[in-house]
């Protein structure tokens, strides 16, 4: 069913002479490298992101769910699967690249290459990856964009730790000081949005580690103020039940 939603928007854009200019991006560029499945894809277009969304979804019977205005971008659902569908940031997608939080989240694929909704093996070749990501992800690193991204959105420090623990990656240096020194501005962000990412983070298996990491660089203590005092005891007690957990596993 992905592959139909997905080959449907391919032939909506071409129709509108707009497929030459959208991009598959984020964590569906990942999925494809690893040759894993797709599901949920994001692809950046050009065009007003959430009037092309409605306007597909009205076509093909689909269910359109603007995300904030801010955004500018819109999820477009059927049967289980969806496509988020957001505009450049930008001129060009290396504009848009270049303005998110790392990495290994800042590469793109043309979507003309994904023919009948299939992505082939040689698509990988023609990656558009202006800050490393590739290689990031080969070294099993995070790392920023950059500092001012982290500090125009400061839910993206969660995020950096919420990919670490995903991924079971390592935090790039300079990434974790730069965490650190912003971590003051973590507080001020949506509870709902700040809320979101650490259920992320606390239902990964091995979350302790990235966990400890926040708790190092003051992001927990400034996000949970009222649990500055008890958060050595906290993180003693989380990482037990970690271990445990990780044990009865094994077992199992």
Known sequence: MSELLLS????FLSSKGLISQAYIVGGAVRDIIAAKPLRDIDVAVIRDAVGLGNEFAALTGSTAVPFDRKSA????????FFI???SFKGNAIEDDLRQRDITINAMALPLSLAANGLISAKAKDSIID???????????TVRMVSEENLKSDPVRLLRIYRFAATLGFSVDEATAEAAAR??????????ERLAEELRHIFSMPDSADAVRMMRYNRLL????????GQLDISMTRYTAVEIAIAAFMQMS
């Open 84 to 86: 988020d569908i957001s």
């Open 221 to 228: 203590e400034n996000i949970l103020p009222e649990t500055k």
């Open 73 to 80: 971008t819109v999820r477009v659902a059927r049967g289980g």
């Open 182 to 191: 912003l971590a003051p501005l973590a507080g001020s962000s949506a509870p």
């Open 8 to 11: 449907s928007f391919i032939n």
């Open 130 to 140: 202006p800050l490393g990501g590739l290689n990031d992800l080969a070294a099993k």
